[in-house]
């Protein structure tokens, strides 16, 4: 079960190797969205910290979401997600190992990325540490609801939309959540609070989303 | 067991037409009688003036927006678990109804919160969840219209039904979680309600209204849905 999903989470990280650009361009759409907003609301200093927090983590939230489309769709196209089904490892295992590789060539790219953005937007330096540890808490349960809405909308016309539609209200917990972490810290207090229930939310994720992913993924290839 | 009995969607058609018929009459009934106690019989509020009386229509349509997904989650949960086809309908026949109610919330809040708070829309908790929620159910219904195999939709909108009913008690918990400008509730079952009675009675009037309302109009609309498939 373990050697499986071992093998399974290679395999998904050999694969997103062998096509970088793939990974990029998720990055890149981050670096861009976030260079935006200074574009659109102007250039002062002070207005740009305040809203940084939370124009980062929409970023996050955007980019993370794009490429959850790709998450089974390959999978699925070449008959490799019904071999998976088939198999005699638990789908539970499979999905966990699939987001998690999601999750390392998507997610944590984002963590290590997000001081720079911060850096344009001016954020004083004590900040980054919160900042990066809100991602590196929020960024796996994203790609973990992700999957739920990326399995149900699995070969469906216009899947893409409809996948934004689906997941993006259900990420507002964790955005609001992450987002208030570096806000708080930002004003003076322990972001403490904020953070542990930022894990909290990670561990139910971790816990149930893999059964729904699971359920998705037979609803979606029977 | 009469209930199992009813389980099939054509013992059910022709018992959800009596039944939906009978709710449409009590709903219209209780419907003008909330009506006529909310705008004529209950006084003046002290602070807010004539504008509350919105509430009349608000706080039914909040209470049901919010219901409504729970009921919806549970048909599709019992439809996922134990694969009835008139379960999935009924939860597919409920999303339309509860999108109806939370957009009504959402509307009626904002012309209560123009003369009252100064603004259409705040960005209150509570006025955010409930967004969320009318998102929830836009959600569910286009995924199901997105899927032409009424089976697999039935199954795809259920999970999602399952995973969206998490919201809903962070709409309810939210006025504790974070303290900010929406009023706390008025009507609690654990302590005497802080307002006229006039007012509790043509409040929960129009929320028996609403009530006998959306069982007439899902059952009507399971109507049209066993009509179709079958």
């Not at chain 1, 004003?187 to 139910?204: E, K, N, S």
């Not at chain 2, 199901?144 to 009424?150: F, G, S, T």
Request: aromatic share 10%; net charge positive; with cysteine.
């Amino acid at each position: 079960m373990i050697a499986a999903a071992r093998c399974l989470l290679r395999r998904d990280l050999l694969l997103a190797l062998r096509r970088p650009s793939d990974v990029g361009t998720a990055l890149l759409f981050f670096v861009i969205v976030a260079s935006l907003f200074p574009l659109g609301i102007g250039a002062e200093p002070n207005l740009l910290r305040s809203i940084a927090p939370g124009v980062i983590w929409v970023a996050a939230l955007l980019s993370s979401m794009l490429s959850l489309s790709r998450l089974f769709a390959a999978d699925h196209a070449d008959g490799t997600l019904e071999q998976m089904l088939l198999g005699v490892s638990p789908l539970g295992v499979i999905a966990a190992a699939k987001v998690l590789a999601h999750w390392l060539v998507s997610g944590l790219p984002l963590v290590a990325i997000a001081p720079l953005i911060a850096l344009q937007y001016d954020l004083p330096a004590a900040l980054y540490g919160t900042l990066a540890l809100s991602l590196l808490l929020g960024t796996p349960v994203l790609s973990l609801i992700g999957a739920i809405g990326a399995a149900l909308t699995l070969g469906l016309r216009g899947g893409g939309v409809l996948l934004s539609l689906l997941v993006l209200p259900l990420y507002v917990p964790v955005l609001i959540i992450g987002a208030g972490s570096v806000d708080m810290a930002s004003a003076g207090l322990a972001p403490d609070g904020q953070l542990m229930l930022l894990a909290a939310l990670l561990v139910v994720a971790a816990v149930f989303a893999p059964l729904a992913i699971a359920a998705a993924l037979r609803i979606s290839t029977e | 067991m009469r209930w199992f009995w009813f389980a099939s969607p054509q013992t059910f058609f022709p018992l959800a037409g009596s039944i939906a018929r009978w709710c449409a009459v009590g709903a219209a009934l209780l419907a003008a009688a909330g009506l006529y106690v909310g705008f004529f019989v209950a006084p003046t509020d002290a602070q807010q003036g004539e504008a509350y009386r919105i509430i009349f229509i608000h706080v039914a349509a909040a209470w049901m927006s919010m219901l409504l997904y729970v009921v919806m989650a549970f048909w599709a949960a019992i439809g996922l678990a134990f694969n009835t086809r008139l379960s999935a309908m009924m939860a597919s026949a409920l999303a339309p109804t509860g999108a109806l109610f939370t957009f009504i919330a959402l509307w009626t809040g904002a012309l209560w919160g123009r003369p009252t708070w100064g603004a259409y829309w705040v960005w209150d908790a509570r006025l955010t969840s409930e967004l969320i929620l009318l998102f929830l159910y836009l959600g569910f219904m286009a995924l199901q219209a997105a899927i032409d195999d009424p089976r697999r939709a039935d199954r795809a909108g259920a999970l999602l039904a399952i995973v969206g009913v998490v919201n809903v008690p962070i709409i309810y918990y939210s006025v504790q979680w974070w303290n900010t400008l929406h009023q706390g509730a008025s009507v609690s079952l654990t302590r005497a309600p802080s307002m006229a009675s006039t007012m509790l009675t043509g409040m929960l009037l129009m929320a028996l209204a609403f009530w006998l309302y959306s069982i007439a109009a899902s059952l009507a609309r399971v109507r049209c849905i066993i009509k179709e498939r079958e």
